[in-house]
């Protein structure tokens, strides 16, 4: 079994990191969405190592992460559609993934097969400086079990691969706790494949046609590919069973209210959690606060043995989208709505 470091993320030790990664390894780091699972994108074998370690299918392409807009030449040709460049200048580096067309350099592992690869340009600086200093990109899906919550601390990644993995770098807690919004652009037209913190009316002060993916709030609807990683297999689920409750707070607690039990519990949004006795969690005032704190809180689900668990949906404006289709998905689609 490999011994799994939790390493502070200074330059030393940032650069220990890029001699895991040239040696075909993998490393866990920090981003601003969540902690990813870096490997070389241009090695076969470290590609294929994300894949194992995770239990992730093979047909769930990953990101390709740049440090520098330099970095999509090893990626694509077509980054001069002026939409492209409006949409990267407004929102890059960030929280934004973009499906462009591949170049053939890029590993079938990597696309899953298809025309596409995903690209994003992260503004956590740990992040930009190890893919900088490592020179070239690097794939780096959620640094979790496949189907689990993603993790947004070090110690997360450390629960769910410790033995697995010889480093991960520590960054502290991730500044907005969800995976980025993932796009798709046709023509003139902006598909939103994965909602996330660059929400669709901050997509549209860009574009003036912008639109909201089927499997956004749907289950994926074919047995095809999916362009989009996270849309067509179970994530972010813990092991207790989720109900997602789309209600007022008042018909929230009387339908919970009845079905609470010895290992049944309840969560709610900061402030109401006295109308509870027990077996009640909270995970945010805020859409900022939730999106930060849900995946914890699943994680948490786990920890206090929970059989079952009442979620209370967040709004679907803004940021809020992103985590209600993350519960959507968590939940396995059970969602009942009041």
Known sequence: MTETKILHASTENILDCVKYLKNGDVVGIPTETVYGLAADAFNADAVAKIFKIKGRPSDNPLICHISDLKMLDYLTCDKNSSLFRNITEKFWPGPLTVILPKKAGVLNLVSANLETVAVRFPSNAIARSLIDSFGRPLVAPSANLSG?????????????????????????????????TVIRLEGDLVEVLRPGAVSVDMLKSVAANVSLG??????????????????????????????????????????????????????????????????????GSSPASQARNVFSILRKLDEVGARKAFFRAPSK???????????????????VVL
């Open 148 to 180: 689990r919550p993603s993790p947004t601390t070090a110690l997360h990644v450390y629960n769910d691969l410790k033995g697995k993995v010889g480093a991960i770098l520590d960054g502290g807690r991730c500044e907005i706790g969800l995976e980025s």
């Open 214 to 283: 089927d499997s956004v709030l749907k289950p994926f609807a074919s047995d095809g590919a999916a362009v989009c990683p996270g849309v067509k297999y179970a994530h972010y689920s813990p092991k207790a069973e989720v109900v997602l409750i789309d209600s007022s707070f008042s018909n929230f607690c009387k339908y919970v209210l009845d079905r609470m039990g010895r290992d049944v519990w309840c969560v709610v949004f900061d402030g109401e959690q006295g109308f509870f006795q027990k077996n009640v969690l909270t995970f």
């Open 317 to 335: 404006s803004g940021i809020g989208l992103a985590i209600y289709n993350r519960l959507l998905r968590a939940s396995g689609f059970n969602l």
